[in-house]
């Protein structure tokens, strides 16, 4: 894997944003999975894991249906990120 394309060791800048959301929800990979499926978004419960702890990158469209999930906007998930660069 090419590691300049890794920030912080990280495939992803939101990761722990999407953990921290989901716990907050109360919602298990497969509960989140379902959800995202009903939005025709199809990540299995593992590329969640995965996208959680940065080993899996994540593209706009998943990234706009987590965040209509969790009731909040795409920059909840990115302003961390955002307000560092």
């Known amino acids: 894997m090419n590691n300049s394309r890794k920030i912080n060791g990280s495939l992803n800048v939101v990761g722990s944003k ?14 989140l999975s379902d959800k995202l499926m ?6 299995h419960k593992q590329s969640i894991y995965n996208i ?3 080993k899996r990158t994540i593209v706009d469209y998943e990234l706009c249906a987590f965040a209509k999930i969790f009731g909040i906007s795409v920059n909840d998930l990115t302003d961390e ?3 560092n660069i």
Do not use: C
Request: proline content about 0%.
């Open 18 to 31: 999407i953990k921290y959301y989901r716990e907050k929800n109360n919602l298990s990979y497969q509960k």
């Open 38 to 43: 009903l939005l025709g978004i199809d990540i």
């Open 52 to 54: 959680e702890i940065g």
């Open 81 to 83: 990120y955002f307000n």
